[in-house]
């Protein structure tokens, strides 16, 4: 692993955990969420015109990985509007990444 592969990786999970904490902390977390997500898809537009738009291919896996997120953001806002923000964080950085890899790996056996 390079040191830039090293260093996006822990600046993401800086981020990642950041954001969780400023929303939790916020009155309607929900919200707070959604904000943020906006400004990363804004930044994300402001990159494009020196990026390009990706193969036609990509579309549909870009396509479910929005409604998936956009789920995913949504329970995580109701849920730490409801419980206390260690007990919802444990338990989505348990859950997520284990159904992440039930589900790709019936994508790969049945798909």
Known sequence: MTGTVLTA?????????????????????????????????SLCLAILPFCGLPCFEAWPWLAAASITNVLYVRLLGHAYAQHDFCVVYGIVRATVPALLFVVGALYLLFG
């Open 9 to 41: 990786a822990a600046l993401s999970a800086v981020c990642h955990a950041w954001w969780n904490i400023l929303a939790r902390q916020h009155d309607r977390p929900g919200e707070c969420l959604a904000a943020i997500a906006i400004a990363t898809a």
